[in-house]
């Protein structure tokens, strides 16, 4: 489980046809450690630390690849990294479980006095989770939804968030993956058990 508060982001070594090799800041993981990368939530498999920081290796699923960005991704390319949540933890953003449902583009971006407002592209089937007001994570950042429209929704990005995650150098028409509120989905399975 994660917050969507994202603590650095790293640069893509290598990406194989079934692993991703990612350079991180620091060298406090370990072997089994959990983290989400763009959001979703992989195994590091294997580490090598240096002085400059530690290289992560990853394992991706079929399922991971297809469903997430990670398989378009390539050498060089900014990545937003998390570390699971801790019980003794506060939980800056919303409960995030790193478990990527789809993909979205940008679709387009205004800038206002002190933020950017987004507007992100996503799938029918994810549209209906996202609500006005509620949480949603773009890329494994906890955000929150400005509005919903037919065929997209938009969220509002502040300088911190811009200079801290990937989502600052995002163009239109560039993809990102997209994790809706989980307890959105619970409600709508007790909801139809009911």
Known sequence: MFTGI??????????????????????????????AVNGACLTVSKLKKNGRGTSLHFDASEETLSKTTLGRLRAGDEVNLETPLKFSSPVGGHFVTGHVEGTGRLRKTLKRSHSV??????????????????????????????????GDFSVSLVPFTLSRTTLGSKKPGDTVNIETDILAKYAERIKGRG
């Open 6 to 35: 994202i603590e650095q982001t790293g640069r893509i070594e290598s990406v194989g046809p079934h692993s991703l090799k990612v350079k991180a800041r620091g060298a406090s993981f370990r072997m089994g450690d959990s983290v």
């Open 117 to 150: 407002e987004a507007r992100f592209s996503a799938p029918k089937a994810l549209l209906k989770y996202i609500v006005p007001k509620g949480s949603v994570a773009v890329d494994g950042v906890s955000l929150t939804v400005v509005d919903v429209s037919r």
